[in-house]
């Protein structure tokens, strides 16, 4: 497709839940990035893959929050456990490389709601 | 660390009236900025961005944002607010050249425009 495209659009789940929200980045884009947007709170960057490199993971909240990349393209996040306060919007982006002057490329997210 | 503060949460104008967006940053390298816009139920766009080239940007629909080094602020204006204007505009920073892609967000101001 022409963006970058995340499933599912809404996922509601039961706490103690594990959870996985897919990423489809825009093709050739070799940084990803994931972004959670709670009410309030702004964005908060979660996770950073930049091409091959050892991913950025400095914002992840807690262990129970992994994501992975395969082939350089797709992305996975991945949450086990959830809680409450997991329930977000879960915003993915690409960008055409890693330059600090790339503009970003942001999906429509996946809405989280932890009952 | 890098950081981003936007002061006020939400800001209402009249329609025709100024638009001014407040964002003052903290690095500690020469950054870059950004601003970028979520219209209702759309995702982030980018509306212009600061990389070290002219200290007034302009950007899309008739926003421009001055980098002021001395204010550490990249404040965002338009001289005549639109009713299509009406969105949540958020303030980021990246480190500047040499530094990598990574964009800190701060909490974003919702714009309401009205008759």
Same mark, same amino acid.
């Given at each position: 497709g022409a963006g970058v495209s995340q499933s599912p659009s809404n996922k509601v789940t039961e706490k103690g839940k594990d959870?996985?929200?897919?990423?489809?980045?825009?093709s050739g884009h070799t940084a990803l990035y994931w972004y959670r947007q709670s009410l309030g709170q702004g964005l908060e960057f979660l996770i950073y893959f930049q091409g091959n490199s050892a991913p950025d993971k400095s914002g992840l909240p807690s262990d129970r929050f992994s994501?992975?990349? =395969?082939?350089?393209?797709?992305s996975t996040? =991945?949450?086990q456990r959830t809680q409450q306060e997991d329930s977000a919007v879960y915003l993915c982006a690409?960008?055409?490389n890693y330059a600090t002057n790339e503009k970003l490329f942001f999906g429509s997210g996946t809405q989280l709601s932890v009952l | 660390a890098q950081s981003v503060t936007q002061l006020g949460s939400h800001v209402s104008v009249s329609e025709g009236a100024l638009v001014l967006l407040r964002c003052n940053y903290s690095s &500690?390298?020469?950054p870059y900025l950004f601003w970028y816009v979520q219209y209702p139920n759309q995702g982030l766009q980018l509306l212009l961005?600061?990389? &070290?080239a002219?200290? /007034?940007?302009k950007g899309i629909n008739?926003?421009?944002?001055?980098?002021?080094?001395?204010?550490? *602020?990249?404040? /965002?204006?338009?001289? *005549?607010?639109?009713? *299509?204007?009406?969105?949540e505009y958020f303030c980021a920073v990246s480190d500047g050249p040499g530094g990598y892609n990574k964009l800190i967000f701060g909490a974003g101001t919702r714009l309401a425009v009205h008759p």
């Open positions: 959870v996985e929200l897919r990423c489809d980045p825009i994501a992975e990349r =395969t082939g350089g393209s797709v996040l =991945t949450i690409s960008s055409l | &500690s390298v020469p961005k600061y990389t &070290s002219a200290t /007034l940007v008739g926003f421009e944002a001055e980098f002021k080094k001395s204010e550490t *602020s990249f404040h /965002l204006t338009k001289p *005549s607010a639109h009713m *299509s204007d009406a969105a």
